[in-house]
Each structure stands twice: as structure tokens, then as C-alpha cells.
């Protein structure tokens, strides 16, 4: 069975940054893509960034370019989303999401396996 399980979310200032972490199990194989998606209240989850098991190609969506990064170590099967310069509207649930395929692609439909979510609040 396989179990997303986030961590790192929290309460930051704005400017400040944080670590997300998803740690992966139960998968058959390890070539599996990895994403973030986040969902602020009363809106739609959303894209945030994705990664291909190699870690070779990255995903991000445009508002997070140059703030946010994705890595992935597959020894610890962990995969993460560092966050630097953190504005209000970033606040939202984090979800970490994965899929058995080789596509890095922001659509929501595409992954199976999900977390169940961090918060993150990034106060002004």
C-alpha cells in the first residue's frame, strides 16, 4: 500500500522560508514522478512543482520560479520543496502527490497516490 506522509509545514513571516518533506513507501518500483500541489481555503488545489524519479526534470509553476525548489533523495525515497521568499498567498495545505509514470506534468488527474497535506501560513 503505497503512503505519502508530509512534514515542515508551519507559520513563517513573509520573506521567511521552510522545508517541506514527503516521505514515500509502499511503492513497487522507484520510478515514480513526485509532486507538490497546494490548496488555499475556498480555492482550487493547485500546481505548485514536480520531479521525475531521476530527479533530471523539474516542473515548476511559474509563480513559485526562482522561490521554490524541488529535489528528491531516492535512498531515503523522500522527496522535497524548499521554499524561500515566502509571500501571504502562499499560504495554503501542501500536498504531496505521486504517480508509476514518467510524465512531469501539473495535471491534478494524473497522480494517484496523495498525502494528506501540511499547512503552511505565511503571515504578513
Known amino acids: 500500500q503505497v503512503q505519502l506522509v508530509e512534514s515542515g509545514g508551519g507559520l513563517v513571516q513573509a520573506g521567511g522560508s521552510l522545508r517541506l518533506s514527503c516521505a514515500a513507501s509502499?511503492?513497487?518500483?522507484?520510478?515514480?514522478?513526485m509532486a507538490w500541489f497546494r490548496q488555499a481555503p475556498g480555492k482550487e488545489r493547485e500546481f505548485v512543482a514536480a520531479i521525475n524519479w531521476r530527479g533530471s526534470i523539474i516542473f515548476l509553476e511559474d509563480s513559485v520560479k526562482g522561490r521554490f525548489t524541488i529535489s528528491r533523495d531516492n535512498a531515503k525515497s523522500t522527496v522535497y520543496l524548499q521554499m524561500n521568499s515566502l509571500k501571504p498567498e502562499d499560504t495554503a495545505v501542501y500536498y504531496c502527490a505521486a504517480h508509476l509514470g514518467t510524465v512531469v506534468t501539473g495535471t491534478r488527474e494524473t497522480y494517484r497516490d496523495w498525502g494528506q497535506g501540511t499547512q503552511v501560513t505565511v503571515s504578513s
Open positions: 509502499g511503492f513497487a518500483s522507484s520510478t515514480y514522478t
